[in-house]
Structures are given as C-alpha cells and as structure tokens.
C-alpha cells in the first residue's frame, strides 16, 4: 500500500504544467545538443523523442552513444523553474537499467540585464558552492550557464518517474530562464543512454 501510494503521488506529477514539450511549444536546440550525429537522428530515435507526450503509459526515449551527452531545450515559455521531472522506463528495456542516465545536471541559459544581475551578486555564494561542478554543460557556445540542479537518476528504485527540486537559492532569487541543457554526465554501465520524459516545471514569467 505504501508503495502504490507513492507511485500515484510521483505519477500526479505528470498533471502539472510541463514547460519543455514540444506538443506545448518546446523545441530542441540542436547547437546545444549533443552527440552531435544524433541531431540528424533519423525520427524514431530523435532527441525530440525525449520531449514528447507519450501516446501510451511508456514514454518515448532520445538513445545516444557513451555515457554523456546532453539535450538543449528552448521552453514553450520563460519560466522561473521549481522542478525537473525524468521518466526512464528502464523496466521494460532487454538490457534493464544499464543505458538509465546517472548523474545529471540541469543548466538555464543566463540572458537579460536583471538575471545578468542577479546572477553575479546574489547568487555569487552558491556558484562558489558549487564550482567544482564546472561552469556549464560540455558544449556551451560561449553562453554564461547556472547549475539549477544536481541529481542521480536512482535506476535502482521500484519507481521510473523521479522529481528533483531546483535549487532553493535559483528558485528563491525568481530567476526567469527560457533556455535550459539537460546534461547527462554518467549512467549505469551501459554502451549508450536513453534519455526519457523530460518534464519541467515552474512558474510563467
């Protein structure tokens, strides 16, 4: 019963507005994706694939090569975000949890003069805190990137749909971010990765 009770509770995320499908407006950037040779992916392994409403209960996945990769995604609006939803269906896969991402960042794109602002004065001490988690994804373009999340994709858990909160000096300083990059930097031993049911979630600007 604990159980079923928890899996409805993850599941009812699923109810709340989520800012990065594309059937809502969101669109992949394919300069801030990568492997790059995925980007021309042919449709049934797209990294829109990752982005998509699921026409059944399993979501649909974006397969790419090694252990890191990540996705750049342009929200269906300018957001200040609260939360990151990943749902791997790593049960029904022939090679279980092995191609589940691991460790993973989520990064906002840092733009206009107030975020500028913000960025560099009251969040100074939690970039500090965290530096040693890098600056920005591995392909950057150039654009000033904050960490708004540092998680573990946990493949061992009886449950595929995880939530993890933005940080609470991100959330508390009302940052508004219309770009992100899911940055997947491990996963759980497999020769590829399967990125799945990304949803984010927050607050329209």
């Not at 009770?5 to 801030?32: C, D, K, M």
């Not at 990943?86 to 092995?98: A, F």
């Not at 708004?148 to 609470?168: H, K, N, S």
């Not at 508004?176 to 930097?185: A, D, L």
């Amino acid at each position: 019963h604990v159980e079923l009770a928890i899996r409805i509770a993850l599941e009812s995320t699923v109810h709340h507005r989520n800012f990065a499908l594309v059937q809502a407006g969101a669109r992949v950037i394919p300069r801030l994706t990568f492997p790059n040779d995925s980007v021309d992916a042919p449709a049934d392994n797209a990294p829109e694939r990752a982005l998509q409403e699921p026409y059944s209960r399993s979501p649909t996945c974006w397969s790419f090569p090694g252990d890191q990769g990540q996705i750049g995604i342009r929200l269906s609006h300018k957001i200040s975000p609260t939360n990151i939803v990943l749902d791997v269906p790593y049960k029904t896969w022939t090679e279980g949890l092995s191609q589940a991402p691991r460790q993973v960042v989520l990064w906002g794109v840092v733009d206009g003069a107030a975020n500028q602002a913000t960025y560099e004065q009251d969040l100074q001490a939690y970039r500090n805190g965290i530096a040693h988690h890098g600056s920005g994804p591995t392909k950057s373009l150039g654009y000033t990137f904050l960490a708004l999340a540092i998680f573990e994709y946990d493949a061992t858990t009886a449950f595929p749909i995880q939530t993890y909160r933005v940080a609470d000096p991100v959330i508390d300083s009302q940052m508004e971010f219309g770009v992100i990059v899911v940055e997947v930097r491990s996963n759980w031993g497999g020769e590829r990765t399967s990125l799945c049911g990304i949803r984010v979630h927050g607050e329209v600007v």
